[in-house]
């Protein structure tokens, strides 16, 4: 039996990079689940839909999951929006998703938006950037799904929403009212409703987001070097992991699965 009666993962470099598995995500995965583990995946990739993040695990690792085991910062970012709330998107399809689902409005036209909501979008425009500037200038609120300023691929580190983030804060002299996605509350608090009794275990490779994460909430963590983090050297000491492994795959014999 597992030690950990609830483990929460990190998709992007812990579960798969980009379209490749992670060695052994799939079979550590149906072994936790086997276990009786209460199995979630908490990421801050607000791009697609949920259950887009379901079939994904399923195509690439093999593990069928469900919705409701996964939070994203789409989400979270939605969650602190007002019902009917009018919200430009500048994001992917997870944020419209999540933003319609909450019982926000998405807007047409950046001069209608109360909100503006942005997140990493795979097929960002300057013109989606522009509207999303102009709207922010007008006075709307700027809610970032996160902050990260890359996400982990094969081929290396790419932009990720904090990048945009950046050119928004530069264009406009605004930081976000509210970062929505790990390690912050909106998320965290979207974690722990879904939690079952006992431990959490929080599983991941970046530090201020996974790690910082769990600490905040008092919950344990895994760093995995197999993403952002390939040195624990380079962790900083406020971030220090309960546990350090190698890969996804030594999860196992870690805590007992």
Not at 44 to 56: Q, T
Not at 178 to 200: C, E, F, Q, S, Y
Request: with cysteine; net charge negative; charged share 20%.
């Amino acid at each position: 039996m597992s030690t950990y009666a609830n483990l929460v993962f990190d998709l992007d470099g812990v579960v798969y990079l980009d379209g490749i598995e992670v060695f052994g995500a799939g079979a550590t995965l149906a072994a936790a689940s086997e276990a009786g583990c209460n199995v979630l995946f908490a990421t801050n990739n607000a791009s697609r839909p949920r259950a887009d993040f379901v079939a994904r695990i399923a195509d690439i690792t093999g593990y069928h999951a469900t919705v409701d085991q996964v939070v994203s910062s789409a989400m979270a970012a939605a969650s602190v929006l007002r019902t009917d709330e009018c919200v430009l998107a500048v994001a992917g399809p997870g944020v419209s998703e999540a933003i319609i689902d909450g019982g926000a409005r998405l807007a047409t036209d950046w001069h209608e938006a109360e909100t503006v909501v942005v997140g990493l979008d795979l097929e960002m425009t300057y013109q989606r950037l522009r509207d999303a500037a102009l709207a922010i200038r007008n006075g709307a609120r700027f809610i970032a799904t996160n902050d990260d300023s890359t996400f982990p691929a094969p081929d290396g580190l790419w932009p990720g929403a904090g990048s945009s983030i950046s050119f928004l804060t530069a264009a406009t002299d605004r930081l976000p009212d509210v970062v929505a996605g790990k390690p912050n509350r909106p998320i965290r608090t979207l974690i722990a409703g879904l939690l079952d009794d006992g431990p959490t275990l929080v599983i991941g490779d970046r530090p201020e987001t996974d790690l910082a994460t769990g600490q905040a909430e008092g919950w344990d963590t895994v760093l995995v070097l197999t993403g952002v983090t390939s040195d624990p050297k380079d962790v900083p000491d406020e971030y220090t992991p309960t546990y350090v492994i190698p890969s996804i795959s030594n999860l196992g014999d870690l805590i007992g699965l």
